[in-house]
């Protein structure tokens, strides 16, 4: 009886050493931006609906269970939302999520005040958290870039 349990100790061990080396050799996924389109223009505020382009560098699958998201336009706060979609991201490969993102009625006519007056690019700036099973902090990313409107 004793022989059997000191087996299964070390199993338990072995199966315990190769799955910390897999949580220790993970890389995160990276985040960009993909899309952003008008979902319903209200009174007081506005939703957006924000296209995610997620890809996962490590040679295995991931779960991810969430993200949450604050947007950044020209420096200044511009939205922010939430998603609990269930994505899995293919080893070595990539995915879209689609989130909602909210702003006030203020916020979006301080942006789209400033784009008419600039002609400039737009300067964006998206963090946030993927929340995986195995990561219950979440794995933060932070995206940002320019985009040229026509």
């Known amino acids: 009886m004793y022989k059997w ?12 050493a190769g799955c910390s080396s897999l949580y220790n050799s993970f890389e995160k996924p990276s985040v960009s931006l993909a899309g952003l389109s008008v979902a319903e223009i ?17 040679n295995v699958s991931l ?13 200044k706060h511009f939205a922010e939302g939430v998603s609990s979609e269930v994505v899995t991201l ?3 490969g990539s995915a879209l999520i689609k989130l909602h993102i909210t702003t006030s009625l203020s916020i979006f006519m301080q942006q789209f ?4 007056a600039s002609g400039k690019p737009i300067a964006y700036r998206i963090i946030g958290k993927l929340f995986l099973p195995l990561r219950p902090d ?13």
């Open 5 to 16: 349990a000191g087996r299964i100790l070390l199993l338990l061990g072995i199966l315990l």
């Open 42 to 58: 209200g009174l007081l505020e506005q939703r957006f609906v924000l296209s995610l382009r997620l890809t996962n560098p490590n």
């Open 63 to 75: 779960d991810i269970k969430g993200v949450q998201l604050s947007m950044d336009v020209n420096g």
């Open 90 to 92: 293919p080893k070595l």
């Open 113 to 116: 005040n400033a784009m008419q």
């Open 138 to 150: 979440g794995v933060s990313f932070e995206r940002q870039g320019e985009v040229n409107l026509p």
